[in-house]
């Protein structure tokens, strides 16, 4: 918007600039070829008296005139006489049609040389006539006998270089003129959409998740009333948020301890009954506690994440790997699955997160991979240090998801196929997606080679070096 309103505004100023100044430089042209012109026929006339006076005094003035203008200016001057030599030494025009009329109808004549402004030479045609006085001839010019012509070759060049003059400056102008006016419009286009642009940022900064963002009440009464409108919004939706956020993590917590009781009342209950048919009913509901009380913790976490209470710090990224595959690897080896870390992941990586969310992080995904996995599979976890990223990626040998799969995977309670898919409680990606992005990173889903599911999750490198 911005790029249009500058060039608005300059097209506007070079329009302005068009109109005013064009018509300047052509009158001030024409007015130069004018002025031009009648001073090289004044020349070409007074020639022309001294032409038609006849007398030697007259001739010898003419001739000295003409051989003086040659000499000062690069013009040269040219003379025919019909009766007598008069000012011999000057050269004689060639005949044409202009000095054809001056001799025989007695009509000067002006011939620029070029229909498009001018040519290299203006050629002006003088008729001379008679002199009543010493040829006893009396009447107007047209009434007395022509008894020769004047022609004057003028140089145009000097008339060329003022021509660049008068354009050239204006030229000039203008680029100076329309250079201060998209100073100017770049200015003004900028407190112009300033306001505008502050909602656009408080709009990205709501669809980053930031809910406290706020636009200032700036600029036109139009943007104020929007601005106000949009801040009123979004207090509300913070409000309905934060209570909601509230309203689960209360929840969350308030369900942990019945769950926990309601799970040690069914074991005592499946320790004192022998009946295989009530035993297979109380590990059913043993399951389903155990269900319900990873969907408490998960969205726990989830409230916890999305309140965003802790900031991210540089975290070592290979101790927080070395721990959670420890913690991991019994229950793997329980169903020979085995886990391998590749990459450099040592002390010296450290990565940008908040303290307990990496740890969230890899123990909702190494669950993920360790129940979709078969029996004997591995797990295959990669370190690859990318500039200012560090990319983390999980890879199991499951059955993988297909793409509509993926692009549902990490909305809130869905499940897919797998052991996931029949006891999980359908947030654990949706957990990894919250405390990822919250540090600054990403998460994404990929084809594993071969076969199975690959997390690929991004998180942000310290500047800081590890020990």
């Known amino acids: ?70 000499r000062q200016t690069p013009d040269d ?29 007695g009509e000067p004549t002006s011939d620029w040389g070029s229909s498009f402004i001018w040519g290299p030479h203006l050629v002006v045609t003088v008729p001379a006539h008679a002199d009543p006085v010493d040829r006893d001839v009396e009447g107007a010019d047209d009434e007395r006998p022509v008894v020769g012509a004047v022609r004057i070759e003028y140089s145009t060049q000097t008339l060329t270089n003022r021509l660049w003059n008068i354009w050239g400056f204006r030229a000039i102008l203008a680029v ?45 009464q139009e943007t104020q009333t929007l601005a106000r409108t949009l801040n009123q919004g979004a207090e509300r939706l913070d409000t309905l948020m934060s209570a909601q956020r509230i309203f689960v993590a209360d929840a969350s917590h308030q369900l942990r301890t019945p769950l926990t009781a309601l799970r040690l009342s069914l074991d005592n209950i499946a320790d004192g009954v022998d009946d295989e048919f009530v035993k297979e009913d109380v590990e059913q509901a043993t399951a389903e506690v155990v ?51 590749r990459g450099s992941a040592d002390g010296r990586l450290l990565v940008l997160a908040s303290p307990g969310h990496l740890d969230q992080v890899l123990d909702n995904v190494l669950s993920n991979a360790l129940e979709v996995s078969p ?40 499940r897919g196929q797998g052991l996931t898919g029949r006891s999980g409680s359908g947030l654990g990606l949706a957990v990894v997606r919250q405390l990822v992005t919250d540090d600054g990173g990403t998460v994404e889903l990929e084809d594993a080679p071969g076969r199975g599911l690959c997390v690929a999750i991004s998180l942000r490198a310290s500047q800081r070096s590890g020990g």
């Open 176 to 220: 100076l003129v329309l250079a201060v006016a998209a100073v100017i419009g770049a200015v003004v286009a900028r407190r112009l959409t300033r306001p505008l642009r502050e909602l656009n940022d408080m709009a990205s900064k709501f669809s980053d998740g930031d809910l406290t963002a706020r636009s200032p009440v700036t600029g036109p």
């Open 291 to 341: 269900r319900m009380s990873r969907l408490v913790n998960d969205l726990l976490v989830l409230a916890r994440a999305e309140a965003k209470v802790t900031a991210a710090e540089p975290l070592p990224l290979g101790d927080v790997l070395e721990e959670r595959l420890a913690v991991w690897r019994p229950a793997a080896d329980e169903r020979g699955v085995s886990i391998a870390l």
């Open 375 to 414: 029996d004997g599979a591995a797990i295959t976890v990669k370190v690859e240090s990318k500039g200012d990223q560090v990319v983390l990626k999980v890879l199991d040998q499951g059955p993988g998801m297909s793409e509509a799969e993926k692009s549902r995977a990490f909305d809130r309670f869905w």
């Open 77 to 105: 001057v040219q003379v025919v006489s019909e009766e007598e030599p008069c000012a011999g030494k000057l050269p004689q025009p060639d005949q044409d049609a202009a000095l054809a009329k001056a001799l025989n109808e």
């Open 1 to 70: 918007m911005i790029r249009q309103l500058i060039r608005s505004y300059v097209l506007l100023v070079a329009v302005a600039i068009a109109l005013f100044t064009v018509p300047v430089a052509f009158t001030l042209t024409d007015q130069l070829r004018d002025d031009t012109k009648l001073s090289v026929e004044r020349e070409a006339r007074t020639m022309a008296l001294l032409l038609g006076n006849g007398s030697q005094a007259s001739c010898q003035a003419l001739e000295e005139m003409g051989t003086a203008y040659s």
